[in-house]
C-alpha cells in the first residue's frame, strides 16, 4: 500500500513514453537516494582476488554475512535444493540477486535453472534451503502471494480477453481501484508499445506483441521482480535480437529485477549484469559476462560460453602466481590457474579461438606456443577459421584475423599457435571445480559457488 | 436435406475435372446413390414421426394414415397424463443433467490436470456405467434401493421421483467426464499458473480463466446428459415405481392401448428444440472461435 500510495502522490503522467517510465519507477522503488548498483563491468585480469578463497573437499562456506547486505538483495536463494523422487534438479544454489539488477540463469536444459525459476515464482517449494524475497521467507508462500511476476515461455496470455483485459488482470485480481486499473494498463501498454492494440485478442497479434502483452502482464503489478522463462525463445532471429535491446531498454527506464532463464549464451551475454552458469543441477559460476567468458570456474563453463580450446595439461609447478602446465606431449607453458588447480593434478588449458595467434617460426620468449599442423582453413570474412592439431591428436581452433601476416597456407603444414601469457587459463577437471566467488565489481554482494562430486 | 445441396455441388464440379474414365464416373454414381440411401435410412423414421402429428387416426392407434389434419397440433397437451409425464422427464433431465454435469467437470479436470494415486481407478469405473448393460444396471439400482440393508445405512427409498433422479445423475456423470475430459485434453494449464502468479487465488484462477475456457465443453457434456436423460427408458422403468412416469415410460406403458397422434406431436417438439439448441450452440462456438482469433 505504501509503495501505490507513493506512486499516486507522484502522479503518474498519463502521457506515455520515457517521463511515464520514469515516474512508474519512481512507484517501484520510493527509496530514491538509495545506492544503485553500479552496471560498469569487470576488468580483465582478477585471478589473484580470485584465488582468495579455496577450500579444499567441496564443505559449504560460511556464509560471509557482511558482504551479503541483506537490505539490498531483493532475492536470496539460501542453499536451496529441489527433489522429485531420486532426481536432484536444483542442488545446493546459493546465490542473491541484486535490486534492479539483470540476473540471467544459463545452461542446457534439465540443467534447473526453470526449476529455480519457478521455485522463485512459488510454483515449486524447495526440498532444503530457504527463499527470500526482500528478507522475508518466501519458501512456503503460495504464487499468488508473491510480489513477483513471471512472463511464460508460451506466454500463457488468456485467448479468451482483449489485450487490456489481460494487462488488467493482475491488478483485478488484487483489488486495485478502478480509476488506477485504467491509469496503470495504459501506462504500460504504452511502455510496451501497443497502445493501439487494446481491443485485439491475442490471436489476433504477432509472436513479438504476445511477448509484449506477456511483459506488461507481469509488469502491471510493479513487481519486486520480473521472471523471465526463456521468453524470447519462441521468437524467430531477427525479432529475437529487437526484443533483446527492448527487453534491456524496459529494464533500464523501470528499474525492476529482471530474472532472465535461457540457455541461449549469446543472449546471456548480451543482456545481463550477471550470469549464474548452470549444469545438472548444480550452479557452477556466477559472475559478469566478461567474468564467464574470459575467467570461466570450470570446463563446462568454458565450454558451454563461447568456443573454447581445452588441452589436456597437467600441472607441473608453480612460478609466483602462475601455475607451470604440461601440454601437448612434453610442453611447458606458464598459465593462469582457475581455483581448484592442484599441483601435479590432471587439468585443463583453455585458450579462446580468438586469442590465438599462428606463427611459422618458433615463437619469441614472450609468447607461449604449441607446435600444430593445418589440418583445414576456412576463410570467413572477418577472421580465417584454423583447424590445428597437436601432437596427441587433440584438435584446436584458431581464429587468425589480418593482423597475424602468414605466407600461403595449406593443410598439412606446420605452424605454432600461440597465445598471449594472460590468454590461456588453466581450469580443474569438470565436477571438481572448487568453491569460487563471483567477484562484484562493487563488493556489495558476494556470490558463493561451492564445489559438489 | 437441402442444406447438403450447396456443399455437395461444387465438390462434384471439381471431381469430374478429374476422374474421366467410364468406371470412374459409375462409381461417382454409385457414391451418390448410396449416400442418398444411407440419408434416408438416417431421417425416414425422424420423417414419419413428423408426418403421423399431422394424422387424425380412426381408432386408438395412430398408425396407418388418414387424412392431413392440424387438429393434434391445435391441441398438443390434450393427454394430460402424457404430458405431466413430459414435464417430469424434463425436470429430472435439468435436475440430473445439472449435479451431473458439475460432478462429472471437476471428476474430468481432475483426471486430466493431475496425476494422484487411484486416477486410473476411477477412469476404469467411469466407463463402467457406460459398457455395463443398462438393463442389468437398472435391475441392481432396483435391488440397491429397495434392500435397506446393503449400503445406504438402513434407509430405504420409496420409488419415484429421488430414485430416477438418483440413477440418471449416476450414468449422467460418466458420460459428462468422458465429455468434458476429451475436451479438454489440449487445455494450456500454464494459463492458471499465470492466474495465479499474478495475484488470482484459486478459486478466482478457476472462476475467471478456467471455467471459461472449457465452456464450451461443459455445455456439450450439459445437452448430451440432458438428451440421454430425457431419453432413458431402460433404467427409469426399473427405478420409476408404479406412480412416477416419465414420458418414455408412459409411451411405453401407453403403446399396448392407444398411442394418440399427440406423442408425435410432443416428439416433433422435442425434435425441433434439440435442433434448434443445436444450432445455437454452433453459431456460438464458431463466432467464439472468430473472436479468439482461431481460424
Known sequence: ?453 | MTALAPTTAPRREAMTGTVTSPSGRVGKALVNVMAVLALGYLFLPIFVIVLFSFNEPKGKFNAVWQQFTLENWLHPFSDTALTDALILSIEIAVLASLVATVLGTFLAIALVRYRFRGGSGVNFFLVLPLTTPEIVLGASLLTLFLEPHLVLANQQFTLGFTTILLAHIMFCVSYVAMTVKARIRGFDWTLEDAAMDLGASPSRTFFKVTLPLIMPGILAAFLLSFALSVDDFIITYFVSGPSTTTFPVRIFGQSRTATPPQINVLATMILVVSVSVMFVATWFGQRRQRRMGIS
Open chain 1, 1 to 453: 500500500m505504501l509503495r501505490l500510495a507513493r506512486g499516486l502522490a507522484q502522479g503518474i503522467p498519463s502521457r506515455i513514453g520515457v517521463r511515464v517510465t520514469k515516474s512508474l519507477a519512481v512507484a517501484l522503488h520510493p527509496g530514491i537516494e538509495r545506492a544503485k548498483v553500479p552496471r560498469s563491468r569487470g576488468i580483465r585480469g582478477r585471478t589473484a582476488e580470485v584465488s582468495e578463497i579455496q577450500p579444499e573437499g567441496g564443505r559449504p562456506l560460511p556464509p560471509l554475512e557482511g558482504a551479503r547486505p541483506e537490505a539490498d538483495a531483493v532475492i536470496s536463494i539460501d542453499h536451496v535444493t529441489k527433489r522429485f523422487g531420486a532426481f536432484v534438479a536444483v542442488d545446493d544454489a546459493h546465490f542473491d540477486i541484486a535490486r534492479g539488477e539483470f540476473f540471467s540463469m544459463l545452461g542446457p536444459s534439465g540443467c534447473g535453472k526453470t526449476t529455480t525459476l519457478r521455485m522463485i515464482a512459488g510454483f515449486e517449494q524447495p526440498s532444503t534451503g530457504e527463499i527470500r524475497l526482500d528478507g522475508k521467507d518466501m519458501s512456503r508462500v503460495p504464487p499468488y502471494k508473491r510480489q513477483v511476476n513471471t512472463v511464460f515461455q508460451q506466454y500463457a496470455l488468456f485467448p479468451h480477453m482483449n489485450v487490456w483485459d489481460n494487462v488488467a488482470f493482475g491488478l483485478r485480481a488484487t483489488k486495485v481501484p478502478k480509476p488506477e486499473i485504467s491509469k496503470r494498463v495504459n501506462d504500460l501498454l504504452g511502455v510496451v508499445r501497443l497502445a493501439g492494440f487494446a481491443e485485439r485478442r491475442p490471436g489476433q497479434l504477432s509472436g513479438g506483441q504476445q511477448q509484449r502483452v506477456a511483459l506488461a502482464r507481469a509488469l502491471v503489478n510493479y513487481p519486486r521482480a520480473l521472471l523471465l522463462d526463456e521468453p524470447l525463445g519462441a521468437l524467430d532471429l531477427k525479432l529475437r535480437q529487437a526484443m533483446q535491446l527492448e527487453l534491456k531498454r524496459i529494464q533500464r527506464e523501470l528499474d525492476i529485477t529482471f530474472i532472465f532463464v535461457t540457455h541461449d549464451q549469446e543472449e546471456a551475454l548480451t543482456m545481463s549484469d550477471r550470469i549464474a552458469v548452470m549444469n545438472e543441477g548444480r550452479v557452477e559460476q556466477i559472475g559478469t559476462p566478461e567474468q564467464i567468458y574470459h575467467e570461466p570456474a570450470s570446463v563446462f563453463v568454458a565450454g558451454f560460453i563461447g568456443m573454447a580450446n581445452l588441452l589436456p595439461a597437467r600441472v607441473d609447478g608453480r612460478d609466483g602466481e602462475l601455475a607451470i602446465a604440461r601440454v601437448a606431449g612434453d610442453h611447458f607453458v606458464r598459465v593462469e590457474a582457475a581455483p581448484g588447480v592442484a599441483d601435479g593434478a590432471e587439468a585443463t588449458l583453455m585458450v579462446r579461438p580468438e586469442r590465438a595467434h599462428l606463427r611459422v617460426d618458433e615463437p619469441p620468449a614472450g609468447l607461449i606456443g604449441i607446435p600444430t599442423d593445418v589440418v583445414d582453413l576456412v576463410f570467413q570474412g572477418p577472421v580465417v577459421r584454423f583447424e590445428l592439431r597437436i601432437a596427441d591428436g587433440t584438435t584446436l581452433v584458431a581464429h587468425v584475423g589480418p593482423e597475424d601476416d602468414l605466407p600461403l597456407l595449406r593443410p598439412g603444414d606446420r605452424v605454432w599457435m600461440c597465445w598471449e601469457p594472460g590468454a590461456g587459463r588453466l581450469l580443474a577437471p569438470s565436477g571438481h571445480s572448487a568453491p569460487m566467488p563471483g567477484v562484484d565489481n562493487t563488493k556489495e554482494l558476494s556470490t558463493i559457488v561451492r564445489s559438489h562430486q
